[in-house]
């Protein structure tokens, strides 16, 4: 059995200040790995996402203090996003689909891929900076390492830049059984303390590792952080994952949320 914990190491402005306050965050810095050992003994890493970093706005629709047309950095928020969305259009089966890498959104400086249109979206980024709206960031970006050219209906050329085979699941999956190929990433998104789970993860076996566990950049949430829980299949077998209940709270004599992935 492996257990990986992310790292409660704390510091200026350091992602254990995210867990514990994520409302009071200006900017995040990256989370730093921390090796610890599971109830097997042996030695583990818990590979964390890179931070985000950018600065505040005073007004909660992104726009800086005294602009008196914010709807301006709203509208260009939705270009941008648009942009993206073309832009990741591509053909399956060709080659060189989805290498372009470019800035995700104006939330914090997360980067995705895109198959094209690097110029269109610099363009619109530049309006966005002369317009004098500004970027926020409380939370960390979970980085896509890379996008294969997917078949997509929605896309004009029948295919979009997505992440490959992932199984993405919520509170409400616990106690799920799933079957998933080697290669699977599993993506388990689940509400942080004071109210919720542990930036930890326990594994029945070494058919499954721990990719990373970050805080998605997005508005804060009043209840606390949301965190994601990046995992990769790596092997044929049975793994069971746990995540337990925030041992800052009552909530730790709750049960783990719980799946089993039988890999094949």
Excluded at 140 to 152: H, N
Excluded at 192 to 220: R, W
Aim: net charge negative; with cysteine.
């Amino acid at each position: 059995m492996s257990t990986y914990l992310a790292s409660s190491r704390s510091g200026p402005a350091s992602a254990a200040e995210i867990a514990r306050a994520r409302s009071q965050i200006s900017a995040a810095s990256p989370l730093l790995p921390r090796r610890t050992r599971g109830a097997s003994g042996l030695a583990v890493l818990a590979l964390l996402g890179g931070a985000c970093s950018s600065s505040l706005p005073v007004n909660p629709d992104g726009s800086p203090d005294g602009q008196l047309n914010g709807d301006v950095c709203m509208t260009i928020r939705q270009m941008y996003s648009d942009a993206v969305t073309k832009a990741q259009e591509c053909t399956v089966g060709a080659s060189g689909q989805c290498g372009v890498q470019v800035r995700a959104s104006f939330w914090c400086n997360c980067m995705t891929w895109v198959n094209g249109g690097a110029d269109t979206l610099t363009a619109i980024a530049n309006q966005y900076t002369t317009a004098g709206c500004q970027s926020t960031c409380n939370g960390i970006c979970g980085q896509p390492q890379s996008l294969t050219c997917q078949a997509d209906t929605t896309s004009s050329t029948g295919g979009r830049c997505k992440q490959p085979m992932t199984l993405a699941l919520t509170a409400d999956n616990d106690g799920g059984n799933f079957s998933v190929a080697v290669g699977y990433e599993i993506d388990i998104t689940l509400g942080g303390p004071p109210l919720g789970y542990e930036m930890n993860v326990i594994l029945s076996s070494d058919a499954a590792t721990v990719l990373e566990i970050n805080i998605p950049a997005g508005p804060a949430n009043p209840g606390g952080p949301t965190y994601l829980y990046r995992l990769k299949a790596v092997s044929a077998g049975q793994v069971v994952v746990q995540i337990p209940h925030s041992s800052a709270t009552s909530d730790a004599s709750l049960p783990a949320f719980t799946i089993t992935l039988n890999i094949s």
